[in-house]
């Protein structure tokens, strides 16, 4: 199946049943162990929010959950290259315009300029329109003195650090819902409605050219600039290149949640997950006997599973067993966050074992979790360089290997936040009193993404020069 920029994300052919979907083996990870679960004290408003996700429309269709495995089986065969992006915890009071469609606009130009370095389609995907439900390291923070429940996603608790705000409640997921509606809302208006444009997308990267500190891109910029105007030139018809497909992603933590937007597909009878198009798995949850495992080993929907340095090639081959007994093209994701100093000897395993195993995952890095520091100043931080250093080892064990690396997950935003050190517009750690906005995970700017995006692509299209 060829994908490019012409494509359009297709029509809402399907419908679903209403009503929360019965199916066996829905509710077995109800009896199984989990981990980071809510401890919800309010049985009533439990009950009351399920009931509301439990009839209300599906955020996502199965036809198109659909094209997106069919899309990530391209992506595994290695004639496609993912993009996965956004926030690591998104916020209900951050869902507005201008920073939806600025960390949109930044995936477009990042996609615009890997397409050209990978010389071929990439899938746009966001950790956005669902990426509330945060794991944690503890389950309590104290601050001088008192202790409280960790922060864990504004779809179970607020941030502020008062006790009424960090009571898990229920109807905070109704929330999340609706939140979740108005950003894919917006989403599909921005990348089918003109705003996704090729011309416009290129224009905006000629802008951050425009930095002096960016001048060692500007040759790479300057073929892109070529091939567009050769495509302009060769009569290519633009008007086809104004929409693009984009995909919603997040973290399947929140099985109260992922459970109450399940659908049968009125096509098929079988159940998926309408909360978001893929969804993954993190490296807290991801026992093969637990919860989460088993209830997404039930749903349709393409599945990612996060393996950090500790996973044995065992576990791996285990997790194909489990969500991808068919060995269906497009099903399994593996996102590796082993961190830069270990990505080149704890990966080569993994990727051989799953090899000669004979089945076929889509291989993409994740760059940003195994590479978290705390600054001096006690903030949680990452290193850009180290991002990149594991962005390099992973497509160096995938070269070396014979398999394809092919795709990115990175924690970005659109917007100038100073939150990662680094990059050839240095931010540093003076800059994080004023301009840290995350309320987890330190995320790489607009200008630190767009960076990211050419030095991948130098390394691909001239890969003996660095
Ligand atoms: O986003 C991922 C996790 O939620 C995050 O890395 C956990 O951070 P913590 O170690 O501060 O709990
Ligand atoms: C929790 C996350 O990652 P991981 O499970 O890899 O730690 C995340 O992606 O925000
Ligand atoms: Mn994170």
Same mark, same amino acid.
């Given at each position: 199946?060829?994908?490019?920029?012409?494509?359009?994300?297709?029509?809402?052919?399907?419908?679903?049943?209403?009503?929360?979907?019965?199916?066996?083996?829905?509710?077995?990870?109800?009896?199984?162990?989990?981990?980071?679960?809510?401890?919800?004290?309010?049985?009533?408003?439990?009950?009351?929010?399920?009931?509301?996700?439990?009839?209300?429309?599906?955020?996502?269709?199965?036809?198109?959950?659909?094209?997106?495995?069919?899309?990530?089986?391209?992506?595994?065969?290695?004639?496609?290259?993912?993009?996965?992006?956004?926030?690591?915890?998104?916020?209900?009071?951050?869902?507005?315009?201008?920073?939806?469609?600025?960390?949109?606009?930044?995936?477009?130009?990042?996609?615009?300029?890997?397409?050209?370095?990978?010389?071929?389609?990439?899938?746009?995907?966001?950790?956005?329109?669902?990426?509330?439900?945060?794991?944690?390291?503890?389950?309590?923070?104290?601050?001088?003195?008192?202790?409280?429940?960790?922060?864990?996603?504004?779809?179970?608790?607020?941030?502020?650090?008062?006790?009424?705000?960090?009571?898990?409640?229920?109807?905070?997921?109704?929330?999340?819902?609706?939140?979740?509606?108005?950003?894919?809302?917006?989403?599909?208006?921005?990348?089918?409605?003109?705003?996704?444009?090729?011309?416009?997308?290129?224009?905006?990267?000629?802008?951050?050219?425009?930095?002096?500190?960016?001048?060692?891109?500007?040759?790479?910029?300057?073929?892109?600039?070529?091939?567009?105007?050769?495509?302009?030139?060769?009569?290519?018809?633009?008007?086809?290149?104004? =929409?693009?497909?984009?995909? $919603?992603?997040?973290?399947?933590?929140? @099985? #109260?949640? /992922? %459970?109450?937007?399940? +659908? &049968?597909?009125?096509?098929?009878?079988?159940?998926?997950?309408?909360?978001?198009?893929?969804?993954?798995?993190?490296?807290?949850?991801?026992?093969?006997?637990?919860?989460?495992?088993?209830?997404?080993?039930?749903?349709?929907?393409?599945?990612?599973?996060?393996?950090?340095?500790? =996973?044995?090639?065992?576990? $791996?081959?285990?997790?194909?067993?489990? @969500? #991808?007994? /068919? %060995?269906?093209?497009? +099903? &399994?994701?593996?996102?590796?966050?082993?961190?830069?100093?270990?990505?080149?000897?704890?990966?080569?395993?993994?990727?051989?074992?799953?090899?000669?195993?004979?089945?076929?995952?889509?291989?993409?890095?994740?760059?940003?979790?195994?590479?978290?520091?705390?600054?001096?100043?006690?903030?949680?931080?990452?290193?850009?360089?180290?991002?990149?250093?594991?962005?390099?080892?992973?497509?160096?064990?995938? +070269?070396?290997?014979?398999?394809?690396?092919?795709?990115?997950?990175?924690?970005?935003?659109?917007?100038?936040?100073?939150?990662?050190?680094?990059?050839?517009?240095?931010?540093?750690?003076?800059?994080?009193?004023?301009?840290?906005?995350?309320?987890?995970?330190?995320?790489?700017?607009?200008?630190?993404?767009?960076?990211?995006?050419?030095?991948?692509?130098?390394?691909?299209?001239?890969?003996?020069?660095?």
């Amino acid at each position: 199946m060829t994908f490019d920029l012409t494509s359009h994300v297709p029509a809402f052919g399907t419908s679903h049943s209403q009503g929360a979907a019965e199916y066996p083996g829905l509710d077995d990870w109800r009896e199984l162990p989990i981990k980071q679960a809510p401890q919800w004290d309010d049985a009533e408003a439990l009950a009351s929010a399920v009931d509301e996700l439990s009839s209300v429309p599906p955020l996502v269709f199965a036809g198109e959950v659909d094209v997106l495995r069919a899309r990530l089986a391209e992506a595994a065969e290695g004639r496609a290259f993912l993009l996965q992006g956004g926030d690591c915890a998104e916020t209900f009071a951050g869902a507005t315009a201008n920073r939806i469609s600025s960390r949109v606009k930044t995936l477009l130009q990042m996609a615009v300029v890997l397409t050209y370095g990978a010389s071929m389609p990439v899938i746009k995907m966001g950790r956005m329109a669902g990426q509330f439900a945060k794991p944690r390291s503890s389950d309590t923070e104290t601050r001088d003195g008192v202790t409280l429940p960790s922060f864990r996603g504004e779809i179970v608790n607020g941030f502020d650090f008062t006790p009424e705000a960090r009571r898990h409640d229920p109807s905070r997921m109704v929330k999340a819902y609706h939140t979740s509606a108005s950003t894919l809302n917006l989403v599909r208006a921005f990348t089918t409605g003109g705003f996704a444009d090729l011309r416009s997308v290129h224009s905006w990267n000629k802008g951050f050219m425009a930095n002096p500190a960016y001048a060692r891109y500007e040759e790479i910029a300057g073929e892109i600039d070529r091939a567009v105007r050769f495509m302009g030139a060769a009569g290519v018809d633009f008007t086809a290149l104004r =929409t693009t497909e984009f995909f $919603a992603a997040h973290e399947a933590l929140l @099985l #109260d949640y /992922e %459970r109450a937007l399940t +659908r &049968l597909d009125s096509r098929t009878g079988l159940p998926y997950t309408t909360s978001g198009h893929f969804l993954w798995i993190g490296e807290r949850t991801r026992d093969l006997d637990g919860a989460h495992v088993d209830f997404l080993s039930k749903v349709r929907n393409p599945i990612g599973v996060k393996l950090g340095p500790t =996973t044995k090639p065992d576990d $791996a081959l285990a997790l194909i067993d489990k @969500l #991808d007994p /068919e %060995r269906e093209p497009g +099903r &399994l994701t593996f996102i590796t966050r082993m961190g830069a100093g270990k990505i080149r000897e704890n990966l080569p395993p993994l990727v051989e074992a799953v090899k000669a195993s004979g089945a076929r995952v889509l291989w993409v890095t994740d760059p940003m979790h195994g590479n978290t520091v705390t600054a001096a100043n006690g903030f949680k931080t990452r290193r850009f360089d180290d991002v990149m250093d594991e962005v390099s080892g992973f497509f160096e064990v995938h +070269r070396a290997a014979g398999t394809h690396p092919g795709g990115m997950h990175v924690e970005m935003t659109g917007d100038d936040v100073a939150e990662c050190l680094g990059g050839a517009d240095p931010i540093d750690e003076s800059a994080f009193a004023d301009r840290y906005e995350s309320l987890c995970d330190p995320r790489l700017n607009h200008q630190q993404s767009l960076e990211m995006a050419f030095v991948v692509t130098e390394a691909l299209s001239h890969p003996n020069r660095r």
